[in-house]
């Protein structure tokens, strides 16, 4: 049994805490998902009811509550706000990078679980997913430990032990990540143990074990499921599941991608990790206690990265479960590789080196990206009017940022040239890739927030308390009930009334999704040409500001950021 040194957990956490929490919620939140998960959050604070998710306060069937609680207790703390959204996305990575650490010291060595943590915190796209309010951190670290006891039940078969405990706590976490995320996650789980077993010719759960599992996970499930069907029946299990199928069969809101979508993500957005995992696909590995975790972990890479790839609607975190055996993989070859005499030959060093050329182009040109509002002639080969008027927002760039930028660049391109001549310096690789991650962090996603949304929100803001209506036109958004904090409809309010009439004594969740978008396209037209007892706020994208507003009183308020903002005044 291996010592662990408490002081080292400590010291990770201490070391997420201060890095990741100062300045978390000094962006704003981002369309979509972002504002999503949050609103659904703030909404149950509002309404007070913990068992029902809604969305501007109707039934919302795309995902389960375990997530949305962990943020509404957050703003219960915190405040609601974009650092109480973001703050439990934190503490999964806080536990996550101590989980991947504990496993390395126990299952392999001291040397390889400090790599790993390392590697993860220095590849791309797991840093910045930590500062996010975005569900996959959180689910990805309950069907990691899902994984993790599948691992250990199989290690301790081979071994002639009892692995009930394990198949337990297994079905445990797979219960918890089916209540974050959908049932993706007991896909996920059978698919690596069933290949599991294939490729080891052994069927490792024993068959009480299996049926004791099933029950918790039902168990798990039906805490939630089960009250809530009792009280509004069955129609949320329905569209929950119909959505879920869509997400796999269909292109859900135009995110459909080629096949080979996720592998590009990872490779590139898992920069430098992904070079060293790929190298790690043909080690032999003959200790026969490492042998059970680095199976299962490839594994379950495999599966997540085909199933993914497989899936019509694709987003970048859908594969983002693949991150932690991705990281494992490059850590476990990255130690073998300092430890033993084992040589990188020349061209894969230049492939390397190629590798981390986007970005070291990308952190270059930063300070001119910037700028390009201010030349004429790139903004004349620009034909999309929305990017056009984006690229021309001040952001408040500073000239310290660019160079800032610029140093980060020839810090990651020198360290890229030590590491082909002497491998002792992939170690300083990834801490280099740590610092361009960080401050890139810092420096640049509030130029994103300031072209794409920062106008807008502000506006927003402006409106909060104030008995209007706002909506969004020809794009879809969840900005507005966030950060002008809606509140639910009165039964006094036109809206509420006309759509009471439009319902034809149904409800909201009897209606198909056809007959749903149906409806919110009437409500629009009822905001657009009927007389309204209040303010309307209409908000258009521009590009997309096709439909006249000089009718029905509807006047303009000028540009917010790259939108439109027209107002019309209360008429009845």
């Not at 996550?96 to 390889?112: D, M, W």
């Not at 996650?185 to 059978?190: E, G, H, N, R, S």
Request: include cysteine; charged fraction near 15%.
């Amino acid at each position: 049994m291996k010592q662990y040194n408490i002081a080292t957990f400590f010291a990770i956490s201490c070391f997420c805490l201060v890095c990741f929490l100062p300045f978390l919620g000094s962006v704003h939140l981002f369309d979509w998902d972002e504002i999503n998960f949050a609103e659904n959050a703030r909404e149950m604070l509002v309404t007070n009811n913990w068992g029902s998710i809604t969305i501007n306060f109707e039934p919302f069937w795309e995902k389960p509550p375990l997530f949305i609680w962990m943020q509404a207790i957050s703003m219960k703390i915190f405040g609601i706000n974009a650092f109480a959204a973001r703050f439990p996305t934190v503490l999964s990575s806080l536990l996550t990078l101590n989980l991947i650490y504990f496993i390395g010291v126990k299952h392999f060595r001291p040397s390889l679980a400090a790599v790993w943590v390392l590697v993860y915190l220095g590849s791309f796209i797991p840093h910045f997913y930590i500062r996010t309010g975005l569900i996959d951190p959180t689910f990805n670290l309950f069907i990691f430990l899902a994984i993790y006891q599948l691992a250990l039940a199989y290690s301790h078969f081979q071994k002639v032990e009892n692995n009930n405990a394990n198949v337990i706590w297994g079905a445990v976490f797979v219960g918890l990540a089916i209540l974050t995320k959908g049932p993706v996650a007991l896909l996920i789980f059978l698919l690596v143990f069933f290949i599991l077993c294939f490729f080891t010719r052994k069927i490792f759960i024993k068959p009480f074990a299996f049926v004791l599992a099933v029950f918790i996970i039902l168990g798990i499930v039906s805490a939630w499921f089960m009250p809530e069907t009792l009280k509004n029946g069955t129609w949320f299990i329905q569209r929950f599941l119909q959505y879920q199928f869509e997400l796999l069969t269909q292109n859900v809101a135009g995110h459909q991608q080629p096949f080979y979508y996720h592998f590009i993500v990872l490779f590139f957005g898992c920069f430098p990790a992904a070079f060293f995992a790929i190298k790690a696909f043909f080690l032999r590995i003959e200790n026969h206690r490492e042998k059970p975790f680095f199976i299962t972990f490839q594994i379950l890479f495999w599966v997540v990265l085909i199933l993914f790839s497989i899936v019509k609607t694709k987003i970048i975190h859908y594969s983002s479960l693949c991150w932690l055996p991705l990281t494992f993989l490059a850590a476990y070859y990255i130690d073998k590789l300092l430890a033993e005499n084992i040589k990188i030959k020349n061209w894969q060093k230049l492939f390397l080196l190629l590798s981390g050329f986007p970005i070291i182009l990308f952190l270059s040109l930063v300070p001119y990206i910037n700028n390009l509002g201010k030349h004429t002639f790139l903004l004349s080969k620009i034909k999309d009017v929305f990017a056009l008027t984006v690229l021309q927002v001040n952001s408040n760039f500073s000239m310290l940022s660019s160079i800032v930028a610029s140093l980060l660049a020839i810090a990651l391109m020198g360290v890229l040239f030590l590491a082909f001549w002497n491998k002792k310096y992939i170690i300083h690789l990834f801490i280099t890739n740590f610092f361009v991650c960080y401050f890139s962090a810092l420096l640049f996603v509030p130029v994103i927030d300031a072209k794409l949304q920062k106008d807008l929100f502000q506006f927003y803001k402006s409106q909060v308390g104030k008995d209007v209506y706002i909506e969004t036109i020809g794009f879809k958004s969840y900005a507005h009930y966030f950060y002008a904090k809606m509140q639910p409809l009165k039964l006094t309010d036109g809206l509420h009334i006309f759509q009471n009439k439009a319902l034809f004594g149904k409800k909201l969740q009897d209606l198909n999704a056809k007959e749903y978008d149906l409806l919110q396209s009437k409500k629009q037209r009822f905001l657009l040409d009927s007389a309204v007892d209040k303010p309307v706020y209409l908000i258009y994208k521009i590009g997309n500001d096709n439909l006249p507003m000089a009718k029905n009183g509807f006047f303009s308020l000028g540009k917010k950021g790259g939108y439109l903002v027209y107002k019309r005044n209360k008429s009845i």
